[in-house]
């Protein structure tokens, strides 16, 4: 199981973070646990982003919800953004 040993939020991220609800914050928590633990959980859909997004990975938080991030490292990351799908835009 490939697992992250570091990761780090951008300013960015942790606003976004503290204007979900309580319930979508709830579950990003244990969505970020998961992935952390295992970044190939085919729960998450991680995926490599195209285009201008090119250098980015996403993963799914909600239905609604992705988590935008960068491989620092193979075990390290930092996360970007947390938004709706207007995240790619």
Do not use: C
Request: proline share 2%; charged share 25%.
């Amino acid at each position: 199981m490939p697992k992250i040993n570091k990761a780090y939020t951008t300013s960015n991220f942790r606003k976004k973070f503290d204007n979900l609800s309580k319930e979508v914050q709830k579950i990003t928590v244990s969505k970020i646990i998961i992935f952390e633990n295992n970044f190939l959980h085919p729960g998450l859909n991680v995926h490599n982003l195209k285009g201008k997004f090119s250098a980015f990975w996403a993963f799914y938080v909600t239905k609604n919800y992705r988590i935008l991030f960068r491989f620092l490292k193979a075990n390290e990351v930092i996360y970007y953004d947390i938004d709706t799908h207007d995240i790619y835009k």
